[in-house]
T-cell receptor, first 117, second 114 residues
Framework: GAVVSQHPSWVICKSGTSVKIECRSLDFQATTMFWYRQFPKQSLMLMATSNEGSKATYEQGVEKDKFLINHASLTLSTLTVTSAHPEDSSFYIC?????????????FGPGTRLTVL | QKEVEQNSGPLSVPEGAIASLNCTYSDRGSQSFFWYRQYSGKSPELIMFIYSNGDKEDGRFTAQLNKASQYVSLLIRDSQPSDSATYLCAASPNSGGSNYKLTFGKGTLLTVNP
């Protein structure tokens, strides 16, 4: 089955630093990837939709200059949290979608736990 | 504002019982509905999806959709301790193409007691 990986699985950083999270589709090409953020006991909130070779589409309220998304290839999307602050501490999850895929998102990465001190 | 509402629980049922999880949505334009299971500290797993009014069964799981009432439910028969998890309901205005978006509820925590 299709596998999506994320790296790192967890990261602790100091306030003001930048953190890069990678999302890879290991055995399929994903034209579209999605980045979600989940705070404790909260729902998954879509941050942005990432299409290979084009600029990401950000959801309302998500700062595009703070959360930089790059989808440079059909198997890799990266999310960079710039100048991270404690309020950015969260569980970040990506999902990857096959072209024409229907029936919901099945291919989620395992998530990255970000803690900003 | 598109919203998907779920009772946060916890919902506690004995092993072997039927667990009933409910979800309502605000956007009448929603056409597709999904149930996910999420274990603590893990990413969600898709259990099943439903597009049409009525029931859809898959093994021990039955999804029910009532678009007039904007209501979706998930029944889990013969509940097992391994079913203990948070169940997320999600809705989408469509299900085709590459860019359709999912709106998730906060989830209901289910505990199945041995």
């Amino acid at each position: 089955g299709a596998v999506v990986s994320q790296h790192p699985s967890w990261v602790i950083c100091k306030s003001g630093t930048s953190v890069k999270i990678e999302c890879r589709s290991l055995d399929f090409q994903a034209t579209t990837m999605f980045w979600y953020r989940q705070f404790p006991k909260q729902s998954l909130m879509l941050m942005a939709t990432s299409n290979e070779g084009s600029k990401a589409t950000y959801e309302q309220g998500v700062e595009k200059d703070k959360f930089l998304i790059n989808h440079a290839s059909l198997t890799l999307s990266t999310l960079t949290v710039t100048s991270a602050h404690p309020e950015d501490s969260s569980f970040y999850i990506c999902s990857a979608r096959l072209p024409g895929q229907v029936g919901g998102d099945k291919y989620f990465g395992p998530g990255t736990r970000l803690t900003v001190l | 504002q598109k919203e998907v509402e779920q009772n946060s629980g916890p919902l506690s049922v004995p092993e072997g019982a039927i667990a009933s999880l409910n979800c309502t949505y605000s956007d009448r334009g929603s056409q597709s509905f999904f149930w996910y299971r999420q274990y603590s500290g893990k990413s969600p797993e898709l259990i099943m999806f439903i597009y049409s009014n009525g029931d859809k069964e898959d093994g021990r799981f039955t999804a029910q959709l009532n678009k007039a009432s904007q209501y979706v439910s998930l029944l889990i028969r013969d509940s097992q301790p391994s079913d203990s998890a948070t169940y997320l309901c999600a809705a989408s205005p469509n299900s085709g193409g590459s860019n359709y978006k999912l709106t998730f509820g906060k989830g209901t925590l289910l505990t199945v007691n041995p």
